[in-house]
């Protein structure tokens, strides 16, 4: 015998049916390595089924409102990041598309560079975007 058998097909075996786990049965005959893996296996699943599960009421009550704390703060973080990622994108687009249409009316001269072109339009442009089709 050279291959050992795995803790999961271990697992896998002490809830097989009799007849169907005997080729691991034969192996841990012989394998002293795999018997002491299974053993302890089992033991520990003895353990576990004896382990009382039972919990008071309040115990349960005080996990669900702790898990739901938790849940509802990662949400609300979650929200607040995307909020401002947006904002933070509407106003980058802003100035990017304002800058553009800025060089393009200089380099065409219909503006010249002392004279003002309006940033508001650009920045609902920008809000406008990020609204409809922005992340
Ligand atoms: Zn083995």
Known sequence: MTKHYSE?????????????????MMHLAECAECKAKYERLERKLREAA????????????????SIMRR??????????FTRNL?????????????????????????????DPIPYGPFLCAGAAII???GP
Request: aromatic share 10%.
């Open 8 to 24: 999961a097909d271990l697992l896998e075996t002490y809830y097989m049916q009799p007849g169907q786990s005997m080729p691991v």
């Open 50 to 65: 004896v382990c009382d599960t039972e919990k008071p009421v309040t115990f349960w009550t005080r996990q669900r409102l």
């Open 71 to 80: 849940v509802d703060a990662q949400r609300t973080d979650g929200e607040r």
């Open 86 to 114: 947006r904002v933070a994108a509407a106003a980058i687009l802003a100035f990017f598309l304002g800058g553009a249409v800025a060089l393009l009316l200089l380099i065409t001269r219909v503006r010249r560079l002392k």
């Open 131 to 133: 609204l409809y089709i």
